[in-house]
């Protein structure tokens, strides 16, 4: 069994920021491919970002620039930086990974969510 836990959503102002975090624990042999996903009201979820076992990132063009997607090996947990946030950065944000719990057993886990709300 993986869990993921997220945590850093709150309420910030329009151009302000806030650091998202996603930390995997559980039965954890290797750590694939880990992204953010955001759903806001009323929308489908969409991919915000994505981070490679290999360490390449690839972002949603309406992030790019101002999300810095991050990892810690050590401590199985992802940063999502975001900076210049904006009122349509509102959503909840979900971590998602690709993990290997043995050799042979490949999981795709999400986190709850954690919301973030960007105040005009």
């Known amino acids: 069994q993986v869990q993921l836990v997220e945590s850093g959503g709150g309420l910030v102002q329009a151009g302000g920021s806030l650091r998202l975090s996603c930390a995997a624990s559980?039965?954890?042999?290797?750590?694939?491919?880990m992204g953010w996903y955001r759903q806001a009201p009323g929308k489908q979820r969409e991919l915000v970002a994505t981070?490679?076992?290999?360490?390449?990132?690839n972002y949603a063009d309406s992030v790019k620039g101002r999300f810095t997607f991050s990892r810690d090996n050590a401590k199985n947990t992802v940063y999502l930086q975001m900076n210049s946030l904006k009122p349509e950065d509102t959503a909840v944000y979900y971590c998602?990974?690709?993990?290997?719990?043995?050799?042979?057993?490949?999981?795709?886990?999400w986190g709850q969510g954690t919301l973030v709300t960007v105040s005009s």
């Open positions: 981070l490679t076992g290999g360490g390449s990132t």
């Open positions: 998602n990974a690709g993990v290997y719990s043995s050799s042979v057993t490949y999981l795709t886990v």
């Open positions: 559980g039965s954890i042999f290797k750590i694939n491919t």
